[in-house]
């Protein structure tokens, strides 16, 4: 485990700073994609911040190991993506998809509009909950346009072929279930 | 119909509108500069609790970490009975007359005196001791820096003393030599004389009968080119 001597890293000076400066700019460059990825899980701003924290924190400790890494971006946008599936595991589903359903509802023309908005995307964010685990995950990940098929297949351990094949999947399985139900 | 195209738009709008949200979502303005500032005090557990209210969790963990330290000094000095009265005020024995409730009470105040002595203490302790781990994860990774003595650890091994370690467990005395730099440096002028010594110019002796047989060579070709030439054999000449 790597121990912090009070609040400086125990590394000599000139690796100390570089290791500062490199986390600054990892932080600048990356913590609002992983707000995202972590987001789009949680639908909280308070937890996904908590997960990209967390995230950091995991960089801290393998900081050695930084080198040895190709695809920064992946390897942070991975470490939030579980991060994010385990603290979901912890709350209740819908904990608070209602906050964020009323917030994208909001921009509706009238209240009672609103109101309809809301529950139709409370319904969304539910059947999107039941779809297979693989092609939720997926839906999610492909919301966020910052990442490439190939990045999504890195995160996922899967193929570009397979995440291709399960978005499809995922898309029409859930509109599917949604016109059954009656949107 | 229509009803079901209405859905079937409806339902793509909103899958198309919620995945939109999750999308566009802004992180909140100076994410990073928190996250910065938490990585910077390690002890120091950064909670959607916290920053949705921030004082009561800080004054009850300030609390609890100062309840800790007071049981921790009352306990050491419980132990000390010269110490303990120096700290703690006296009790002395109330007269057999007095009622049970002032006794109590008395009691009370005292302990109430030495808790709030200890609080005192203990909060002026905490103040200058390194703030208390909150979270589990977060405290097995700062239990290193309370310990007494804490060396960095070791870098890993490069790869030249990886080598260096390899050539050290094999023990090649050739390879051991080279380690020398003297040894390294005059190996060039070793090969170079290895190599003279093995492709060794020929002497003059040697010169002087390779001479002679060339000579020898030169002189047999003429007898060879003046034979004359083999008569044709009678087959081969035509006949008319």
């Known amino acids: 485990m790597t121990s912090i001597e009070g609040l400086s890293l125990p590394l000599s000076f000139t690796e100390g700073a570089k290791a500062e400066i490199d986390l600054a700019a990892l932080v600048e460059t990356h913590a609002r994609l992983l707000f995202r990825v972590a987001h789009s899980v949680l639908r909280s701003s308070a937890e996904a911040e908590d997960v990209v924290q967390d995230a950091f924190v995991r960089v801290l400790e393998h900081r050695n190991r930084l080198n040895d890494i190709r695809d920064m971006r992946v390897w942070l946008t991975r470490i939030a993506w579980n991060l994010a599936i385990d603290r979901r595991r912890r709350i209740r589903p819908d904990q608070f998809d209602e906050r964020f359903a009323d917030d994208l509802a909001a921009n509706s023309a009238t209240p009672h509009e609103a109101l309809h908005e809301a529950q139709r995307i409370r319904r969304v964010l539910r059947e999107m909950e039941r779809l297979p685990r693989a092609e939720h995950h997926i839906l999610l990940l492909s919301a966020i346009e910052d990442l490439s098929t190939a990045e999504i297949a890195t995160v996922l351990g899967k193929t570009e072929s397979a995440v291709r094949a399960l978005l499809f999947r995922a898309r029409t399985r859930l509109r599917e279930r949604l016109e059954k139900g009656g949107a | ?240």
């Not at chain 2, 390690?42 to 916290?50: D, G, I, R």
């Not at chain 2, 804490?150 to 030599?177: C, N, S, V």
């Open chain 2, 1 to 240: 119909m229509n009803n079901a195209n209405y859905n079937a738009n409806d339902t793509a709008d909103t899958v198309d509108r919620v995945l939109a949200g999750l999308r566009d979502i802004e992180a909140p303005a100076g994410i990073e500069r928190r996250i910065l500032a938490s990585l910077q005090q390690p002890a120091t557990a950064y909670t959607s609790s916290a920053r949705s209210s921030i004082t009561s969790p800080l004054l009850w963990l300030a609390a609890t970490a100062a309840t800790i330290v007071a049981v921790t000094i009352w306990w050491n000095a419980s132990r000390r009975p010269t110490h303990d009265l120096a700290i703690h005020p006296p009790i002395t024995a109330m007269p057999s007359a007095a009622a049970p409730q002032q006794a109590a009470d008395v009691t009370v105040s005292a302990s109430r005196a030495r808790k709030a002595q200890h609080t005192a203490v203990a909060t002026q302790t905490a103040k200058n001791s390194q703030p208390e781990p909150i979270t589990r994860p977060v405290a097995a990774a700062t239990s290193d820096t309370l310990a007494a003595s804490h060396p960095a650890p070791p870098l890993p091994l490069t790869e030249q003393e990886q080598l260096l370690l390899r050539i050290l467990h094999k023990g090649d005395p050739i390879e051991l030599a080279s380690l020398n730099n003297d040894f390294r440096d005059r190996q060039p002028i070793r090969d170079a004389e290895d190599f003279q010594r093995f492709f060794k110019p020929p002497t003059a002796p040697h010169s002087a009968e390779a001479t002679v047989d060339d000579q020898t060579a030169q002189q047999n070709q003429p007898d060879i080119e003046a034979q004359p030439a083999p008569e044709p054999e009678p087959n081969d000449i035509p006949q008319q």
